[in-house]
């Protein structure tokens, strides 16, 4: 193939059906823990019609496979869905999360560059030494 390594070959590249694997554990975890979701974010002080009513919001009241179906069509459409303990949507979070994500990547990316330039000059400088092994 050319020398060209296909984009699924790739070990940092992830298939869909990897994704859905990982957040499949995630949905698992949620089921299984020991505290109601809507009696949480209802609060301590909530009626019961309130916690019926936030279960029947997030799709509480729905059988698990439903949810589950739900849960990956939104993963398929890359829907992140809204986040009901700040009241906005997830891609308002992700997007005030953005700037200080890329000063972490640029600044990592500075980093990664200006070390390996420098093992590279050294190892060149100075074949079979330690540092040229390392």
Known sequence: MNGVT???ASPYRTRPADHV?????GVRLFFIAPNDVARTLAGRQA???TVARISQRLGLDRPI???YLDFIGKAV???PGYDYYHQVPVTEIMAQALPITLSLVV???II???LGVFNGV???IRPRSFIDRS
């Open 6 to 8: 296909p984009c699924c």
């Open 47 to 49: 009626t019961p019609e």
């Open 122 to 124: 050294v190892s060149a």
């Open 21 to 25: 694997a990982h957040h499949h554990g």
């Open 65 to 67: 496979w439903e949810q």
């Open 112 to 114: 990664w560059l200006v």
């Open 107 to 109: 600044g990592a990316a």
């Open 77 to 79: 459409r890359r829907d």
